[in-house]
């Protein structure tokens, strides 16, 4: 009930590509859209190596904790455009094949021995690696495991390396991992996780089964979360129906391929077109024509301005406090547990979906932030002061862009701090209590339950 069609868009709002764009007018016009250059960033292609703000902080301050939120790396689509011949990808890994990795022929090595891994019901039934010569529905990509890779060989470089976060002689109990239960996220945490604590012991591996893709656990029953769902879906719907060269563009498409423009609309053909995008393979094409870039950019467009209309409108704000009040509750009681001296789970990977970030950026008021990219990473660090051990500091990052101060509870912080980064008690206040003030609530059980003022 909570999922959304999703719409891959802007990201962290730092660290914008330098690309000629004449000025626009601020106001009357929104800056241009390039959709073919949204859908790069969308695909996250492995090239050069990423420049991240991890880890950053004064010398005399402690690293303490790091919770790390991921979307599965790049997937085969979960749609097929019908009547036509599907995207020819292999899921193979093949060290040898671009894009590649150093590590990724010890990887599939060492996961043919994970047996020894405990992993909650149905995850030891997954494979734990891509292995089809034509992907399968949703399957995740050599593309895929790369981008992992480097993002667990980054995250290596700055928390184990550098700050010494986790021991050489690590325990079971020092790590948290959850995922849900698609192969491409519980394949995408291995990959990330293997290159973060190379050629680990299995059987200190205990991964959790999320079945929800909030992960919301046991605390999922919230009547007005589905409301504002369905009311956003409903402004989408609306907005989509307004757009006359999105619907010049469906019926086009739908001549092309042969079948009633609804059906086509009902397949969902971005998520198809993104995957031959991302994958440099050309469209498809019938008797009747060729599906081309001029296809793919409107319905990509379409896309882009609907997230800005979906930050405008605060529906999905609404749906975001609820749907991702049980994960943030969780990682702040996570925080305060290891702020008053417990060594255990001080590393946290949750393997989740664009459908369980996007709402926790929208949740915290990081609103310039692009939808989730394929293998995007949302990072909480704890820091305990050197000076005052009693105090303790959080960092949020986005990508590796820091983005604490773009979040609505410390946005105001850093105007009369000297530190870089937001105190603790402001993220446990925002989420113990602000985040149900719209709701005029003072818990989520009741504001899941009253409707926002």
Known sequence: VHLIPVNPVREDGLNPKSRKRIMPDLLTEPPAIDPVY??????????????????????YFKLVSVQVLIRHGDRYPLYAIPKTKRPDIDCMLVPSRKPSHPQLEAFIKHMSKGSAAQMDGSLSSLPRFPSHSLCEMGELTQTGVVQHLRNGQLLREIYINKHKLLPGDWTAKQLYLETTGKSRTLQSALALLYTFLPDFDWKKINLRHQWSTIFCSGSCDCPMRNHYLEEE????????????????????MAKIVGIPTRQLRASNPID???CYFCHNVTFPCTKTGCIGMEHFK????????????????KLYFLYALLATHPLLNQTVSRLQ????????????????????????LSALGITEARFPRFAARLVFELWQDGKRPKEH??????????????????????????????????????????????????????????RAV
């Open 337 to 360: 547990r290891i702020a008053e001296g417990k060594k255990d789970e001080v590393f946290v990977l949750y393997s989740a979906h664009d459908v369980t970030l996007s709402p926790v």
């Open 298 to 313: 409107v319905i990509k467009r379409h896309q882009l301005e609907d997230e800005r209309e979906r930050q405008e409108k």
């Open 272 to 274: 198809s077109l993104l």
């Open 38 to 59: 949204e859908a790069r960033v969308y695909c996250n292609i492995p090239s050069i190596a990423e420049r991240s703000m991890e880890g950053h902080a004064p010398h």
């Open 233 to 252: 879906q409903r402004r989408q719907y609306s907005l989509r129906v307004k757009n006359s060269d999105l619907e010049k563009i469906y019926v086009d």
């Open 393 to 450: 500091f959080i960092r949020i990052l986005y990508n590796g862009a820091d983005v604490t101060f773009q979040t609505s509870f410390c946005k105001d912080h850093y105007k009369h701090s000297s530190k870089p980064m937001c105190p603790l008690e402001k993220f446990v206040n925002f989420v113990k209590r602000d985040m149900f003030l719209i709701f005029n609530s003072t818990s989520y059980y009741d504001a899941c339950r009253r």
